[in-house]
């Protein structure tokens, strides 16, 4: 494995994230992992892999304007084309439930269902990528509404599962071919056929172009990743986030998934407009840290 990704990172210039995530695949396919990531050779590897990689700035923010024009343009979800509400329900489920397009490729259509009293709905999310102790899981996503029709997700899983997913697809699951799911995501021309999470990756890109790129940015920003950060942005707690995306560390959330770091608070004015407040309330502290004895 070491060999093989030396090689494509010496001859095809790939990039550190790139390396990392066929690491991660090649991974996968083991049952006990730890003779490898213990493996002096291995852990040197990566070592230096990252000491000569420069983290990109995270302070960019992401402008998603051009996409809420873009659905007010469309107008209502009964009304617009299918092709159409199929993208915006795969964009909203990326961004509002911080899931990725292998995630939606495994939603089961059967174990979905919308809360009368509060109008939640919840997806399940068969298998996915996270294990939890090695094993596979099942996982609950749970998707508010919004006030505003045209950009609700609810409204627009309500509208594609009433004139696009109004008959079953069923087929197996893209890892386990014993387990069957039927399929929330199909195809428009034989909607019992299910597509892929490449496809479904397509689907949401072509809402994501309409976003303009940051300076210096190379690649997309993925939907999950995009959401979560506005999230954070807008002042929800790490907590929420990683257990929203249910993530298993908030490191998951910081290195893959955060595009922005900056924060709602004014540094600048809590440090220096506050003086006399933190003189009542903060003690002397010293310059220097004392030295353990």
């Known amino acids: 494995m070491l ?36 493996f002096c050779l291995y852990q ?7 000491a000569n990689t420069l983290q990109p700035s995270t302070t960019q923010n992401v402008d998603i304007s051009p996409v809420l024009h873009h659905f007010d343009h469309l107008g209502g979800n009964t009304t617009m084309p299918a092709e159409a509400l199929r993208a915006k329900l795969c964009w909203l489920l990326a961004v509002c439930a911080f899931l990725r397009p292998s995630d939606i490729q495994c ?7 919308i809360t009368p009293s509060s109008g939640d709905l919840t997806l399940r999310v068969i ?13 609950d996503v749970v ?13 627009a ?42 496809a479904i990756s397509k689907i949401i890109q072509t809402i994501m172009a309409l976003i303009p790129q940051a300076p210096g940015q190379s690649r997309p920003i993925s939907g999950c990743a995009l959401g979560s950060t506005r999230a954070a942005r807008a002042g929800a707690s790490v907590n929420d986030i990683v257990l929203q995306g249910h993530w298993s560390s908030q490191a998951i959330f910081n290195n893959f998934y955060q595009v922005a770091s900056s924060t709602q608070s004014n540094f600048t004015s809590l440090t220096l407009d506050a003086d006399d407040q933190a003189a009542n309330t903060l003690e002397t502290q010293p310059m220097d840290p004392p030295l353990d004895e």
Request: net charge positive.
């Open 3 to 38: 060999a093989f990704l030396a090689y494509e990172k010496k001859h095809l210039a790939w990039s550190t994230s790139t390396i990392e995530n066929y690491q991660s695949a090649i991974l996968a396919l083991f049952d006990d992992k730890q003779p490898i990531t213990s």
């Open 44 to 50: 040197e590897f990566f070592k230096a892999l990252n």
């Open 107 to 113: 939603i089961d259509l059967d174990h979905c269902h």
């Open 127 to 139: 298998a996915p990528k996270e294990r939890r102790q090695g094993k596979r899981v099942t996982k």
């Open 143 to 155: 998707v508010r509404r919004h006030p505003t029709a045209l950009y609700c997700p609810v409204a």
């Open 157 to 198: 899983y309500t509208a594609y599962c009433t004139r696009l997913a109004n008959t079953p697809c069923y087929c197996r699951h893209p890892t386990l071919s014993s387990v069957t799911i039927n399929a929330l995501v199909r195809s428009l021309r034989k909607p019992t056929d299910p597509i892929g999470s490449q």
